[in-house]
């Protein structure tokens, strides 16, 4: 592959700054967006991930929008799509008052920070489930200004709400296909394993951090055997940072129980692997033998390359060298797509 090709990052980062998201929020709702955030700073704080956050993660890139496109040229990037590291979704529905005109503010200062170039950087607008009239909302305002990504939270039950399976999210799910704009579910923090993180005997919860990402497999079953993609074959869902290698076995073993153990799943008519390649997208960093032995199972339209700028794991600044080493025997149109046009089709860009 030539150094020409095009490089589009699936998952990359900016860490906005409460006191940003305040600049566009009425000073009447500061003291209830500060309760809410000690709230959940609380909450969260016991479980947090104390790993080395390592020296990339402190470059200016990871705040600064200009900064970030410096770096982006460093790597040979064209476009990266961005997610915050605070999720608003996670504490915002605790204010006690302000919580819509907040969230409007934290995907205005996104906005903010992508106009710079919005064509290079793609940020995943945080849309709330607390209260599907205000998120339907939400979800056509980010469409009528051009937004491009939509982030929900992986599990819904842990902020004490339904899961996504479930007819109260239809009307939500409607408004989102008709945008044709991608649900994206970033792999992060999971409360089922706050007690695990404690019991890790190891100080960087090596034990418990791939777990997070395996524990996909639940959300993903609320989408695929729950009927949401029977409901609404559109809908295109990303999920981030889950690995690769772990969902071919995954996708083997739903098919074989509705194959050959007549396992019922009354909410799909289409063996579940189908919905996975219709509407089910998947990124990654580092993973040479599920890219080389597994893409045809997963689906080479189905796989997406990730920097994940600028977090421990990331490729930059050396990402091409990362994905000639990864993609050793891969046909070049297949990894033309793995590394760009995947994104650029499920993105609209």
Known sequence: MTATEQLISADSHVALRHEQVKEQLSSRFHDAYDVAVAQHEAKVGAARNHSNLGEHWFRPGHWEAQAHLDDMDLDGLAAEVVYCEVSAFRYLYLMSDGGPEATRAFNDTL??????????????????????????????????????????????????????????????????????????????MNAQFDDLARRDPTPQRALCVPLIALS????????????????????????????????????????????????????????????????????????PRSVQLLRDRLGVGNIMWASDYPHPPTTWPNSRAAIDMQFGGVADAERRMIVCDNAARVWNL
């Open 111 to 188: 906005c903010s920070y992508a106009s710079v170039d919005p064509t290079r950087l793609i940020v995943s607008y945080q849309i709330p489930i607390h209260d599907i009239d205000f998120a339907i909302g939400e979800v056509q305002r980010v469409a009528s200004f051009g937004g491009r990504s939509l982030q929900l939270p992986v599990f819904p039950v842990e902020l004490g709400q339904p899961d996504y399976c479930d007819s109260h999210y239809d009307p939500l799910w409607a408004a989102v296909q008709e945008t044709g704009l991608p649900i994206c579910c970033h792999t992060g």
């Open 216 to 287: 996909s497999a639940e959300a993903m079953g609320m989408w695929i055997l729950g009927g949401v993609f029977e409901r609404f074959p559109d809908l295109k869902v990303v999920f981030v940072e889950p690995g690769l290698g772990w969902v071919a076995w995954w996708l083997d073993s739903i098919d074989d129980m509705a194959q050959r153990q007549h396992y019922d799943f009354p909410a799909i008519r289409e063996l579940p692997s189908e919905y996975f390649r219709r509407n089910i997208f998947l990124t990654f960093m580092q993973e």
